[in-house]
């Protein structure tokens, strides 16, 4: 579909891509709130190590930051690209071949950070990519301050999405987002999310043949089988050869119980479908981040993973905003964690400690642009 049949001829003319519905013209050269003119920009692309294990997988995610954003997160950790500053201009041609680069390198999927104000062009990017070969998920990384009509044009070319659901009181949008509404346009945005790509689906590489397994009603092999092993630089496949190995599809339950029994450094089998919502805690907010937990769960179930978050890094000039100056308190992030497995969550990932830490923001240098 041609994207004046999926968006209409003007959509720069009269940029309304977004909730912000700012109205202006970016092929003339105003910027809207997102600070980006109808030209594709980025800072940086590259392998990131540092999302959810079924994201990041063995090698990375294959992600691509994206200039400007239609937030302002006062404490945000990527602001120097949040507010457009940086950015290298690229064509949607360019972009194709990122992502077959990415590819190249080995990446899990390709993760498209902050992509909203840009999804006309990056839908060619997408398209072109594949008819070249690309066969990765793409992974829509956002902070769900999403039109749904936006997001309806991403079905079928959007394999995973990774939404935030930030806050859930208005007071607190306002304050440290400038995003009213937030709470309903995030949660809209997440249902039109899960009816594109439904419930989660992972899959692991396993042996073709498997030593002892057979395959349920679904096709899906059950029991004991063998799966590659890693010395941590290269895959493993004991007197094999890597074509005897297939994709090993596998629902949340099983992801689960895979993982349970997991080491902490195991990257486990990769999501192929499906939403996972990321919320990020803020220090003192532990009763507004119990509302967001109890919705999600309350409104998506299990249709979703639940990723709860406790990386905040006071970042940036925060001298207006004193309660934000400290990191999240431990006991809050494992009464809030305590709090989502009483509302009978079992689909979701938590952090460890020493996740707040700037080390963890990257460096936006145009590296792969």
Known sequence: MLIEERFGDKVFENCKICPRS???NRIAG???YCGQGAKLTAARAY????EEPCISGEHGSGTVFF???NMRCVFCQNAEIASGDVKKEIST???SEIFLELQEKKASNINLVTPTHFVPLIIPAIEGARQQGLRIPIVYNTSAYENVETLKALEGLVDIYLPDCKYYSDELAVRYSKAPGYFKVSMDAIGEMIRQVGEPIFVESVHKRPSFGRENSLGIIIGDYARPESDGERTIYHNCREDDYTDRILTADMYNDLMSEAEDDYAGPLMKKGVIVRHLMLPGQL??????????VRTFGDKVYLSIMNQFTPHGDLSGFPELLAPVDPDDYEALIDYAIDLGLENGFFQGEGTDSESFIPKFDFEGI
């Open 47 to 50: 392998l990131h190590a540092w």
């Open 30 to 32: 105003e910027k809207g």
């Open 22 to 24: 700012c109205g202006v």
């Open 67 to 69: 200039s400007g954003c």
């Open 287 to 296: 009763e507004d981040s119990k509302k967001v937990v109890e919705e999600v």
């Open 93 to 95: 041609e360019r972009l």
